[in-house]
């Protein structure tokens, strides 16, 4: 890519994201669009009440800005959980890598990857030449200057894992203190256990509570065999549809209330809508108290088991229960609204099945992604396009034609298939055998940060160079020297995806485009808009890969091609203004993992360490200087012996925690009397929804109580 395509591409998203903000500026500040520019504040009534119309509404403001900056990480944490404290400190940890980066890239590497002549630049036509110039692959073969290089990259690596350290064991004593600082919760004193083995003339129930009584005499309660339920989750629509008819009711009893809906209010009749929705609903309440009546022998050999205290219930996670490991096995709980309960109705067979099966499906994704990978890829050379399709050479002469082309479209179409990646990522996931739905967010997670690192790094610098020489890509033994080749070459065109995918889709963040254009068509079809007000949550499982991907490329560029880094530290200091804003007045915390997260985030900055050494040892071997690429051997084993100890140090806090806490913990509640009141509710904590849900108004009880009563779960 020529300088002039980076600019044409720059300039392009620049101009998107000022159109965002300037957008998002004046939207905002509309009351048609307060539930879906602040659905939190709305729920939280926390949002003042705009009447009348006001000329300054029509105008950009910038006062979002301020409040976002202003949010302290105490509000954070009371309103995102910890999760988004870490989430936070993502965009922080890489503001303070990058800024070190920049520093060091800008005011020394760049200027001495410029001075070399290795490309034998011409002066006189700049803008046209190869953005190669400002890389690494202009330094001559042999120069000392490649030294400054060396010692860059262990400064760079003492300052990263400094901070990597700071990092881990500020949120690691963060994690302690929101546990001392909590109050009691289900999941703290329950355990899952699985396998529970069938014994001739014993129910399930009998014999998970003379095992327990038998063994954990002192410190047991009771317990919940888990049921299968799978045709009731099938069955749930009927709380949708229940709020639907509440709405259609109160609409009826208003004086401004249509007496039509559909397309502009004109095609369908809402007494009649009402009433066919109440026979519908009616149906599916029968369907389900059916379905309920015939589950009540359906059990799983699974059950939730109640102890007295949270060191009571830690001690029956980590012992092993019976002398076969493969029954009585324990897990700890999760929060109950975060249990996901399709995961019961599977054998333990099933569940192998189901991992096998999805460890296959996210490799064959992985593998098929690189076919257009392939086709971003041959939009960076023009001279390809030329040779393959001969009709577009008069069309590709044009100089702002070409400079879109390799500039702006490859990492266009690159983000677009990659929009529909977690979802499926999140869906393999749930079939994996989790038995929470954090579990199964944080696995997406880990599954679409390797499926980026792999198809947005490594199969763009592969495809690269085989385009080429596709003879290297099939001897591994050559695949060192081919990162050492590839790796700089796709330099700008990484430079274009940051600021495509990074800029561009941030701000996109802000404005939520898709979502304004279904709100906007939804009151224009249907005439009003919905009483339910949904507050999403942050989708961890898209956004956390996404910043580590970035925060890959600033890493394994620094020492190559250090003009990628002002891009990117442009893209964090964005993220950490437009998120904190969307954490305060969009997203709610459904599901908590209590900071794990923060695992992957280290893990990747290791990784993304480690491969900027060992291609900087390639690429000293390749620039004539052997010494440097010798003395850079020890930089990556030092830095895994780093990620070593923090693993012994740290990673059991993310783990469980440790009897110090769970001790000081249950002592300093021993003598409050609420938690009598707490482990009598406890054994009602953990009731799969479909059991009980929630039924339209009747004149006769039996639709609106539970079918299954304590005795009936052996409580």
């Known amino acids: 890519m020529i300088l002039s395509a980076l600019l044409t591409s720059v300039g392009i998203n620049l101009g998107l994201c000022l159109l965002f903000f300037t957008l998002y500026s ?55 959980g910890l999760d988004g404290v870490v989430f936070m400190r993502i965009f922080t940890f890489s503001l303070k890598i990058f800024s070190i980066a920049s520093v060091i890239g800008i005011a020394v590497l760049l200027p ?112 919940t065999i888990v049921r299968r339920t799978s045709r009731l989750q099938q069955l749930t629509d009927a ?63 699974a059950a939730f088991v109640y102890f007295k205290s949270r060191y009571g219930a830690a001690i029956a996670l980590h012992i092993q229960q019976g002398i076969n490991p493969t029954q009585w096995v324990t897990e700890q709980a999760p929060e109950p609204d975060d249990v996901f309960w399709p995961f019961f109705s599977s054998s333990y067979i099933k569940r192998w099945i189901c991992k096998l099966w999805v460890f296959c499906a996210s490799a064959l994704l992985t593998v098929l992604f690189f076919l257009p990978v392939l086709v971003v890829q041959s939009l960076t050379h023009l001279e390809q396009l030329e040779t393959y399709f001969p009709f577009l050479k008069s069309i590709l002469a044009l100089t702002f034609v070409s400079q879109v082309i390799t500039g702006y479209l490859p990492s266009l179409i690159l983000q677009l298939f990659l929009y529909f990646i977690p979802p499926i990522m999140k869906m ?54 081919l990162l050492a080749q590839g790796v700089p070459a796709q330099a700008t065109f990484f430079i274009s995806y940051v600021v495509t995918s990074g800029w561009t889709n941030l701000s996109s963040e802000l404005v939520q485009l898709f979502a304004l254009v279904c709100s906007f068509l939804k009151r224009i079809f249907s005439g009003e808009e919905s009483d339910d007000l949904v507050v999403p949550s942050i989708p961890y499982e898209k956004e956390i890969p996404r910043i580590l991907s970035f925060g890959l490329l600033g890493v394994t560029y ?10 990117i530290l442009v893209y964090f200091c964005m993220g950490y203004l437009i998120f904190r804003n969307q954490l305060l007045t969009v997203y709610a915390p459904k599901h908590g993992s209590g900071g794990k997260y923060w695992t992957i985030v280290h893990n990747s900055t290791i990784f993304s360490l480690v491969l900027m050494q060992i291609i900087a040892i390639g690429i000293f071997g390749l620039k004539d200087l052997p010494l440097a690429s010798s003395l850079t051997i020890p930089l990556p084993v030092l830095t895994l012996l780093f990620n070593e100890y923090c693993r012994q140090r740290f990673l059991p806090i993310f783990t469980a925690y440790p009897t110090e806490c769970l001790v000081t913990k249950d002592r300093k509640e021993q003598g409050n009397p609420r938690m009598a009141e707490f482990l009598d509710k406890l054994v009602d904590a953990y009731q799969d929804p479909a059991i009980r849900p929630k039924y339209n108004d009747r004149d006769d009880d039996t639709h609106t109580s539970p079918l299954l009563r304590s005795s009936e779960i052996g409580i």
């Open 26 to 80: 004046v939207l905002r500040r509309q009351p048609i669009n307060e539930r879906l520019y602040a659905p939190r504040l709305v729920a939280d009534r926390k949002l003042k009440q705009r009447s009348g119309f006001n000329f300054e509404r029509l105008l950009p403001s910038v006062g979002w800005v301020k409040r976002a900056w202003d949010l302290s990480e105490e509000d954070l944490l009371e309103n995102s």
């Open 112 to 223: 001495v990857n410029f001075m070399g002549n290795q490309l034998e630049i011409d002066f006189s036509d700049l803008p046209n030449k190869s953005l190669d110039s400002f890389s690494i692959s202009n330094v001559n073969n042999g120069s000392n200057r490649l030294w400054i290089h060396f010692c860059a990259s262990y400064l760079f690596t003492v300052a990263v894992c400094y901070l990597l350290y700071y990092e881990y064991k500020y949120l690691s004593l963060k994690r302690v203190d929101c546990f001392y600082a909590s109050q009691p919760q289900p999941h703290q004193f329950t355990i899952l256990v699985r396998g529970i083995p069938v014994i001739a003339g014993q129910s399930l129930d009998d014999s998970v509570d003379h095992f327990f009584r038998e063994f954990h005499p002192s410190t047991y309660i009771s317990h």
């Open 239 to 301: 709380e949708k549809l229940y709020r639907t008819v509440a709405q259609l009711k109160s609409q009826e009893h208003t004086s401004q209330g249509s007496r039509y809906c559909g397309c502009l209010g004109l095609f369908r009749n809402k007494e009649q809508q009402l009433s066919k929705l109440e026979k519908r609903l009616e149906v599916v309440e029968d369907n389900m108290r059916i379905e309920q009546s015939s589950s009540v022998g359906k059990e799983v050999p």
């Open 428 to 481: 393999l996931s749930s079939i994996q055998g989790y038995i929470s739905m954090s579990e199964i967010l944080k696995s997406a997670c880990s599954k679409m940060l390797w499926f980026t690192i792999w198809n947005v790094f490594f199969a763009n610098v592969l495809s690269g160079s085989a385009l080429y020489g596709f003879d290297l890509f099939l001897e591994p033994k050559r695949i060192p020297m």
């Open 558 to 567: 620094f020492l190559l091609a250090p003009l990628i880094l002002p891009f």
